[in-house]
């Protein structure tokens, strides 16, 4: 069945190709279809276009066929084009011509635009949550290993002294950043584009601010024409949250892969989280973070391989942006994927204490050593070429205490401070309006 069906048929060579892998995406649409048609047929009732018995009728199937989409059992089945098809063809076996009159109103266009949106507000929810929770994770880490010092480096050489708590805070406060990104895929995700129809509204007397109430929107996309050039647009900003949140995982992936070596040692985890060697018994490798770095590092090309696919189109929609499902859908997937075992992995997180007791770490405190000459009295520059000396002739003495008292420094962390910085970012996101909404729909 296709919605554009005008009696002849379509040569299977070319269904195949321009049908592509949509009935395979689609699956992830198909609730988020069904909560579109029943605000879309709400609103027809109230304007006349559909009769309270049909809309009952309809509602009651609507939710019949809604569970089905969340447990896995609901099909696009052999000869449907895509899941509105499907949908409006089941309505149609069970209720006769009254299914036929759920798309009065709106395109395809608008259709794939609305359930798009849903599903990115839903997916951007679970986001949060996945980040959230490597964000708590993080923090805690900080607290419990604040005390314990280890090397901070610039150019791979040995540098000045950091600690756990520096370390593990600094990844806490770089997904505050990526947070916003993710309020601001949120904020343009979350405007109603229904009864843009195809890009230039319609003549029925459609009550486009129902619509938007009904599905728990912020607000509208209210230019017939920009709603469907805001395809697209979602897309890449939602990408852009995606490869910021990858940037912050693939730098600390990095960072332990390298940490958990034998050249550094300075963490390491449980053998049942690690694999080995064929041949080397010794080895006990750090593939998770391997592969979180590999994966990380797809998901930071995503705004690239999306922004090439909409770049030379002009207003109107167009058969290219169903590329985009192919590029995005499977992304979010794995990027809570990525989130969730990456806390997994830190929740269990061993780290080693007295690292920088080492001689190896000697020249770490040289700074130190000279902001106490420096507070002494004597000049910068004077303290500077003094120690400078001192480690050229091979008589430096290193004080391996510390005293960092600024903000962000390893004796002040402001770990309460970021994470009011983050309940800030958080405050963007209107996520209890949106189910809110979602749960009405589906209740009644």
């Not at 797809?298 to 690239?304: G, I, S």
Request: glycine share 8%.
């Amino acid at each position: 069945m296709k919605l554009w069906d005008k009696g002849y048929d379509v040569s299977k060579a070319i269904e195949t190709f321009t049908v592509g892998k949509d009935r395979e995406l689609d699956l992830f649409l198909a609730p988020w279809d069904i909560l579109g048609t029943m605000a879309h047929i709400t609103m027809l009732e109230s304007i006349g276009l559909i009769e309270s018995d049909e809309h009952r009728q309809l509602m009651a199937a609507l939710r019949e066929i809604y569970p089905s989409t969340l447990d896995g059992t609901f099909r696009i089945e052999d000869g449907m084009e895509d899941v509105h098809s499907q949908v409006e063809w089941m309505l149609t076996q069970q209720l006769g011509d009254m299914g036929k009159k759920v798309h009065s109103g709106r395109s395809r266009n608008d259709q794939v635009l609305v359930d798009l949106k849903l599903y990115f507000l839903d997916e951007i929810r679970q986001l949060v949550e996945h980040t959230m929770q490597l964000f708590g994770t993080l923090q805690m880490l900080s607290e419990r290993h604040k005390d314990i010092l280890i090397p901070g480096y610039t150019h791979y050489q040995v540098a000045m002294p950091s600690s756990f708590g520096l370390w593990f805070g600094a990844y806490a406060e770089s997904l505050v950043d990526d947070m916003q990104f993710l309020q601001a895929a949120w904020k343009v995700a979350n405007q109603n584009p229904l009864g843009s129809a195809a890009g230039y509204g319609s003549s029925f007397p459609l009550n486009r601010t129902m619509t938007t109430q009904l599905l728990g929107f912020d607000d509208l996309s209210y230019n017939v024409v920009y709603a469907q050039m805001g395809r697209g647009k979602t897309e890449k900003l939602l990408a852009f949250a995606l490869s910021s949140i990858a940037s912050t995982l693939n730098k600390l992936a990095s960072d332990v892969c390298q940490y958990m070596s034998q050249n550094y040692g300075f963490l390491t985890f449980p053998k049942e989280l690690t694999t080995g060697s064929s041949i080397m018994p010794h080895k006990q490798n750090p593939d998770v973070f391997e592969l979180v770095r590999a994966h990380t590092n797809k998901l930071q090309a995503l705004p690239m391989e999306i922004g090439m696919i909409i770049s030379n189109l002009p207003s109107g929609y167009h058969r290219d942006l169903q590329l985009t499902k192919e590029s995005l859908l499977p992304a979010i997937e794995q990027m809570k994927s990525c989130l969730g075992i990456t806390d997994y992995m830190l929740q269990q997180v061993i780290v080693k204490e007295g690292i920088v007791e080492d001689k190896l770490y000697d020249y770490l405190f040289s700074v130190e050593v000279l902001n106490r000459e420096v507070l002494k009295g004597v000049p910068f520059r004077d303290a500077y070429k003094m120690i400078g000396e001192q480690i050229n002739a091979g008589n430096f003495q290193p004080e391996r205490s510390v005293e960092h008292t600024h903000e962000g420094s390893i004796g002040n962390l402001c770990n309460e401070e970021i994470a009011a910085k983050m309940n800030r970012a958080l405050d963007g996101i209107s996520i209890g309006r949106f189910r809110a909404a979602i749960d009405k729909l589906v209740k009644g």
